[in-house]
Nanobody
Framework: DVQLVESGGGVVRPGESLKLSCAAS????????MNWVRQAPGQRVEWVSC?????????YYADSVKGRFTISRDNAKNTLYLQLNNLKTDDTAMYYC??????????????RGQGTQVTVS
């Protein structure tokens, strides 16, 4: 079974940074594109970023986070990361990692883990 465990969230002030991690198991991590999505209370799930399979896969970002967030992966550790810089109050949400349906990015929003909360205030 696919298992995704996110961590690294917290409460920060605007302008500060966080680094999220996602430990993956139950599938061949290196062959899957991986995504980050987020959901604020009362809002729909918003796709945030994606990284294609392999160690140097292409990366994609939502316009709302481009230039501030950086996605990366360590295939040896089956771990996905999201570096969040210059955080804004609008970034407050539960953040989830999502296994891609294939090796390329397709803005997948499921399946995802339990999430990690990021609060900017």
């Amino acid at each position: 079974d696919v298992q995704l465990v996110e961590s690294g969230g917290g409460v920060v002030r605007p302008g500060e940074s966080l680094k999220l991690s996602c430990a993956a198991s139950g599938f061949t991590f290196s062959r899957s594109a991986m995504n980050w999505v987020r959901q604020a209370p009362g809002q729909r799930v918003e796709w945030v970023s994606c990284m294609e399979s392999g160690s140097g896969g292409r990366t994609y970002y939502a316009d709302s986070v481009k230039g501030r967030f950086t996605i990366s992966r360590d295939n040896a550790k089956n771990t996905l990361y999201l570096q969040l810089n210059n955080l804004k109050t609008d970034d407050t949400a539960m953040y989830y990692c999502v296994k891609g349906r294939d090796s390329y990015c397709a803005q997948d929003t499921a399946p995802r883990g339990q999430g990690t909360q990021v609060t900017v205030s």
